[in-house]
């Protein structure tokens, strides 16, 4: 298709989706396959990035793009702009910190599953198995993909062409995913050593520091029994939770809502946002705790 046809073609699509006020699925779904890439590729500003995400979300063939995160966005707020799960986006960028930083560069995309990025030469029934143990299905991916442009046939083996994009359905990897505690603003403070802010001395902090508004709701990060809940020096109103794993603790509370022995569900609420205990301001400490050592973690390893 010559470069003329092209545009011609681009500028017919956009404007054909940009008349629906709303961008109906209706509309879209009237929009060819070859419509929607060069509304991606070429739109050069004619399309806002809202549009060009729903032309994404609402589009029935897997498109995948690199996206630069703002400050404003996290992984979950991500998927849900370009219609799949975070986890599915965690396991394809292999994110093993879920946190995401303001400027990372993430591949994004519309369906649910993962996104191999061939490397050419690829074997198809090799890539398959290795997708297999990730929950993939051969006849799903078979039938999600166009074999006749990401495949070619080599020494009579069927291999993947430089750069194909295969898409896997459902696939995923597993990763200690908790809930998050509480909805909080930013992290003020991170795990490891920093200048305490009351104490005014370096000292090593064992989790971490939650902004959110005096009174927020905070919730169990998973299933478990209550193992303390009351005061606890410098943590004031503290909540520790025992899991299958892992054992949480919940800082700085205003209130307590649970006692020791009871038995929490995910995300049921034990407590209030505090600034109870050495505090500066309201926020939730949270740590995790490894029961098989009872060694410190990360949060950053567990929270998504």
């Not at 209130?255 to 038995?263: A, E, F, R, T, Y």
């Not at 500066?280 to 705790?289: A, D, K």
């Amino acid at each position: 298709m010559k470069m003329k046809n092209k545009m011609r073609l681009l500028t017919a699509a956009a404007f054909s989706v940009v008349g629906f006020a709303a961008f109906g699925q209706a509309s879209l779904s009237k929009l060819p396959r070859v419509e929607e890439a060069l509304l991606l590729d070429r739109s050069d500003g004619l399309l806002t990035e809202e549009q060009v995400r729903t032309v994404i979300r609402n589009a029935k063939t897997l498109i995948v793009k690199s996206h630069e995160v703002r400050s404003s966005e996290w992984l979950e707020k991500l998927a849900t702009y370009y219609g799949t799960y975070g986890n599915y986006l965690r396991s394809t960028n292999n994110l093993e910190d879920p946190i995401l930083r303001a400027r990372q560069k993430v591949i994004v995309y519309n369906q649910n599953g993962m996104v191999h990025f061939a490397h050419g030469g690829e074997p198809v029934e090799q890539v398959i198995k290795i997708y297999e143990r990730l929950g993939g299905r051969k006849g799903q991916i078979l039938a999600a993909n166009s074999w006749d442009e990401i495949s070619e046939m080599r020494k009579g083996v069927l291999t993947l062409k430089e750069g194909a994009k295969l898409w896997v359905p459902y696939a995923q990897k597993s990763f200690p995913v908790l809930f998050r505690p509480v909805a909080w603003s930013r992290i003020s403070s991170g795990f490891g050593f920093r200048r305490h802010p009351k104490l005014k001395y370096k000292r090593f902090h064992d989790g971490f520091d939650l902004v959110a508004p005096y009174g927020a709701s905070v919730r169990a990060s998973e299933a478990g029994v209550v193992t303390f809940a009351g005061w606890e020096g410098g943590y004031g109103n503290l909540v520790e939770i025992r899991h299958k794993n892992t054992t949480t603790r919940y800082g700085h509370l205003s209130k307590i809502k649970v006692l020791v022995g009871d038995k929490v569900g995910r995300k049921e609420i034990i407590g209030n946002v505090g600034s109870t205990g050495l505090s500066t301001g309201p926020h939730l400490h949270f740590e995790v705790r490894r029961n098989s050592d009872g060694k410190l973690q990360n949060p950053r390893k567990y929270l998504f």
